[in-house]
């Protein structure tokens, strides 16, 4: 039994220096991705429920790695948060997803997901004011979306720098509400225009409990004036149950997956019947 313990116990240690390897490979590898340019934005649309029409698209990074092929941001982007790579990860994500949507028809809107990381090191607000001035995309039509992750670090710096951006004409969404642990406690810190209810609710929309919750948010939401959006809508079964509780809008696989910008534009050529 002890020879047994040992044996796991170097396998064990074994798995771990595998791991820390991979690590910094992939570490290596973002570095390199970064001054290389190896990103691309994936381009997910919402539609107005109300107004049936797509109202604008969340932008998704993706990383075309030269022997691995496509990364989801699940795999590199606390990486990229860790070693502070993020920073000018997110200053080009932010001027390409202007940059794209400033070619789009209307008034459709982008959002950019901005970690909390971002908040923390000078310079978003010159990056937002930039990507605007030199894509000419009118400041309404970005949409910065923001997890609890980043109100939670519970500084005046970050509500000033919020209120800054609002200043210039700058959406602010309150992503994957619902999963934090006091999500309440932050809709009275910031006035967010929209409130987008986590995918993990959607998924059990049918059931009482959880369409009563919904049902709650969407009323909280209307009462702090903020839209909210229904993530991760799946099923034909969802959309009933997401537009009888008040959702003024929904994105998810049953409208569309993330996709290349070439794609949306066959996808906005074609209206989207739901
Ligand atoms: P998120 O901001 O909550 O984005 C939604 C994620 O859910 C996306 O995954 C999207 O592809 C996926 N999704 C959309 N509709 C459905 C659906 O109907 N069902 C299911 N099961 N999934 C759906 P993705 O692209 O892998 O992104 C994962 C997360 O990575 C994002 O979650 C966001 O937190 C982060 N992320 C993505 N792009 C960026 C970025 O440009 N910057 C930063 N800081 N984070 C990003
Ligand atoms: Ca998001
Ligand atoms: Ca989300
Ligand atoms: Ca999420």
Same mark, same amino acid.
């Given at each position: ?28 590898d ?23 029409a ?35 990860l ?29 908040f ?6 010159h ?21 609890e ?18 200043t210039?004409g ?23 225009d929209?409130?987008? *209810?986590?995918?993990?609710? *959607?998924?059990? *929309? ?5 369409a009563?919750?919904?049902?709650? *948010?969407v ?12 993530e991760?809508v ?31 534009r ?9």
């Amino acid at each position: 039994a002890k020879a047994a313990g040992r044996n796991t116990h170097c396998f064990y240690e074994a798995g771990m220096s595998a791991r820390l390897a991979s690590r910094n490979r992939l570490e290596l590898d973002l570095r390199e991705a970064v001054s290389a340019g190896q990103f691309l934005l994936h381009y997910q649309p919402a539609l107005d429920l109300l107004h049936p029409a797509v109202s604008g698209c969340e932008a998704l990074v993706r990383w075309m790695h030269p022997r691995q092929g496509l990364i989801g941001p699940g795999e590199f982007i606390s990486l990229a948060e860790e070693t502070g790579l993020i920073a000018r990860l997110g200053g080009w994500i932010l001027r390409e997803a202007c940059r794209e949507a400033s070619t789009w028809p209307g008034d459709m809107r982008v959002a950019v997901n901005v970690s909390a990381v971002q908040f923390e090191r000078p310079g978003l607000e010159h990056n937002v004011a930039a990507a605007l001035a030199v894509s000419g995309l009118a400041p309404h039509r970005l949409e910065l979306e923001i997890t609890e992750s980043v109100l939670m670090r519970d500084s005046e710096a970050v509500l000033a720098c919020l209120h800054r951006l609002r200043t210039l004409g700058v959406r602010i969404a309150l992503d994957d509400f619902g999963t934090g642990y006091s999500s309440l406690s932050y809709l009275r810190r910031f006035p967010f225009d929209k409130i987008k *209810i986590d995918r993990s609710f *959607i998924g059990e *929309i049918d059931k009482p409990e959880t369409a009563a919750i919904v049902r709650a *948010i969407v009323g909280l939401g209307s009462d702090l004036g903020a839209r909210i959006t229904a993530e991760g809508v799946e099923t034909q079964d969802q959309l009933p149950f997401v537009r009888q509780k008040g959702c003024q809008e929904m994105q998810g696989y049953l409208l569309s997956r993330p996709l290349a910008a070439p794609e949306l534009r066959r996808f906005l050529a074609r209206t989207p019947e739901l």
